[in-house]
């Protein structure tokens, strides 16, 4: 069954560092989003993805974030400048079209130290 | 914030139905009923979505009161893998974002 993977599973950065996590979605889908969940906490909704542009984002998604899928497989999520807070697991999930169910990979934990 | 309320946890022995309740009284009628989960330090997964009809899959059965305030997803024989936190959503058909309340933890008993 296709699956959404996402490398690395663990990043480990320096405060005030960059940093890219990457995403390869379900080959034929066509929303791409991205989700954190601090330790102990509920997932939360980060960016949404489609057509080369981001549809919807959220509170969190401010000027330290970006997203681009720079090629026809890949979709990443770029933090400039991480801090503290950013350490947490980010899972990235894709669509067929919207409202189809979100399928998820199993995350990249970072730490940021 | 989450537009679904559903205990905090449950246990359920292994071997039996598991039964885990969801509560949605401000549903409108545009919007569906999923159900992930997500298992220790995985992601979320999908596992059922439905409109107003029950619905069946391989994995599990999703029962929607007529009125659709409420629904129950069933796993008919549940085994220590289903250990897992399960989250009841309701989201419009074209909405983007999945809001994740907290969820039911459900511990699955030997």
């Known amino acids: 069954e296709p699956e959404v993977t996402q490398t690395p599973s663990h990043q480990v950065t320096q405060m005030g560092q960059e940093v890219i996590l990457r995403c390869v979605p379900i080959s034929n889908h066509l929303y791409f989003y991205w989700y954190r969940q601090i330790l102990g906490q509920k997932v939360e909704f980060l960016v949404s993805?489609?057509?080369?542009?981001?549809?919807?984002k959220s509170e969190i998604f401010d000027d330290q974030f970006s997203v681009e899928r720079p090629d026809g497989s890949n979709f990443t999520l770029k933090i400039r400048s991480t801090k503290l807070e950013d350490s947490a697991m980010y899972f990235c999930a894709s669509s067929g079209e919207g409202g189809q169910p979100q399928h998820f990979g199993d995350g990249t934990r970072l730490s940021i130290l | 914030d989450a537009k679904t309320t559903q205990p905090p946890s449950m246990d359920c022995a292994e071997g039996r139905a598991a039964n885990l309740p969801c509560n949605h009284s401000?549903?409108?009628?545009?919007?569906?009923v999923y159900w992930y989960r997500q298992i220790h330090s995985q992601g979320p997964q999908y596992i059922i979505h439905g409109l107003k009809n029950n619905e069946t899959n391989e994995m599990a059965s999703l029962i929607i009161t007529e009125d659709r305030k409420s629904s129950t997803l069933i796993l008919p024989h549940a085994t220590l893998r289903d250990t897992a936190v399960y989250y009841c959503i309701v989201r419009g058909y074209r909405d983007d974002k999945i809001i994740f309340g907290k969820g039911t933890r459900l511990h699955i008993l030997p």
């Open positions: 401000t549903i409108s009628g545009n919007e569906y």
């Open positions: 993805f489609y057509n080369n542009e981001i549809s919807e």
